[in-house]
């Protein structure tokens, strides 16, 4: 069993017996080495290892997501409700439409979940502050854990597009009148979440100690309790990190982006201000720079050249696909399809998609799902299946956005 699947809780306080053995071995300067692993086994990058281990990796299916703030987790999460659909698999959903976010999750907040019961959940993938003590009572302990970082400077900007009505951001009449006097503005409760977004979702006190070797131990407790954490700046060689260490298919793996905003409602940032959201966010910076490292370093051990080999491959099927199914990107007052209007949230203008007239139902029924966000996607396929008495209305009540 590895380290990290009994060492969980938010390291600046209450460190639990394993997490603190791994923590004392980094303090004493003897890193605790974690081999990359894929799947089943360590790839090789050999022709003859490669093809004779894909021969014996089994697909995963029981998979946790920690879908953390504008980094394209909504389009990962696309991915993983298309696969547990087509694959019968149950879900951990929520009592809402969110796991009582922006508070820790505990167990209590997955609806048909008891301690003493036998059900067998396959995949989570909703919004949460993680506490992994509390995941691993509702999941497999064969679990993939996976997560998805995005460069701080690009993620704050299209946070702050999304949720500038936040308390945190009322008042500030753009990013950078916000970094001008971040005093004025920012409150640092312990449900305050603007500020090292990425850090609070996995859990860290987002407003705490800063320094070099907080760092070192943050990064390396994430290092621990993720199989694997993707990178939505290297989202299609992200994609293929994932499909193999699933040992998954590329169909599997196929998307459309979703949520995305328009151009217009961008911000181009002065270096001045890109600074300053790196200081201000330097528990979000130092994890993403600590795992843009290890990232490559895993890209490296699949293989450089299978790696440009295989995102050639994603992305072809992705172009096929969008041909196969899209008139285009469009703003969502020119949507065909009313029902499958992203949620729009602060400045943001999220784009959606319309549908090529005259599809197969065999590809119309794919292409639907392709670019149904998720709040109608879990309407329309999960809830209804897993809880029927679920509305949208409901939903759309207890809705908090992406």
């Not at 070797?213 to 994430?222: E, G, I, N, P």
Request: aromatic share 14%; hydrophobic share 35%.
């Amino acid at each position: 069993m590895r380290l990290g699947r009994r060492c969980y809780e938010p390291i600046h306080f209450n460190i639990s017996e394993l997490c603190h053995e791994h923590l004392k071995n980094v303090t004493n300067g003897h890193l605790i080495e974690k081999n990359t692993k894929y799947g089943l086994f360590d790839f090789d990058d050999s022709s003859e290892n490669v093809g004779r281990l894909t021969d014996s990796c089994q697909p995963k299916t029981h998979i946790f997501f920690l879908k953390t703030h504008k980094t394209a987790s909504s389009t990962v999460m696309n991915i993983l409700l298309r696969f547990g659909e087509a694959h019968n698999l149950t879900f951990a959903l929520p009592f809402g439409s969110q796991f009582s976010y922006p508070y820790y999750f505990t167990s209590k907040y997955v609806d048909d979940f008891s301690m003493t019961g036998k059900k067998e959940f396959h995949i989570m993938c909703h919004h949460m502050r993680f506490q992994l003590t509390e995941v691993e009572k509702v999941m497999p302990s064969d679990t993939f854990y996976f997560t998805i970082l995005r460069n701080p400077v690009s993620q704050m900007e299209s946070y702050f597009s999304y949720y500038n009505s936040q308390a945190t951001f009322l008042g500030a009449k753009s990013l950078e009148d916000f970094f001008s006097n971040t005093s004025k503005y920012y409150i640092g409760t312990k449900s305050s979440n603007a500020k090292n977004s990425m850090a609070f979702d996995l859990g860290f006190d987002n407003n705490g100690r800063e320094s070099t070797k907080h760092f070192k131990l943050m990064c390396q407790a994430v290092d621990i309790m993720f199989d694997l954490v993707l990178l939505s700046d290297y989202f299609d060689e992200s994609l293929v990190l994932l499909k193999n260490a699933l040992c998954w298919t590329f169909e599997d793996i196929l998307s459309i982006p979703l949520n995305r905003r328009s151009k217009h409602t961008k911000q181009a940032l002065s270096k001045e201000t890109q600074d300053k959201i790196k200081n201000w966010n330097q528990l979000d910076w130092n994890l993403y720079v600590y795992f843009n490292r290890s990232f490559w370093n895993k890209v490296d051990n699949f293989g450089r050249k299978r790696m440009e080999n295989e995102v050639e491959e994603l992305r072809t099927k992705r172009i096929e696909i969008a041909q196969l199914c899209l008139q285009g990107e469009v703003d969502p007052d020119q949507m065909q399809d009313k029902s499958l209007k992203p949620y729009q949230s602060g400045i943001a203008r999220i784009l959606g998609h319309n549908l090529k007239p005259g599809l197969k139902e065999s590809d119309s029924l794919l292409c639907q799902k392709l670019i149904t966000p998720e709040l109608q996607y879990l309407n329309y396929h999960i809830y209804s299946e897993q809880r029927p008495e679920k509305t949208l209305f409901h939903i759309a009540l207890e809705w908090e956005g992406e």
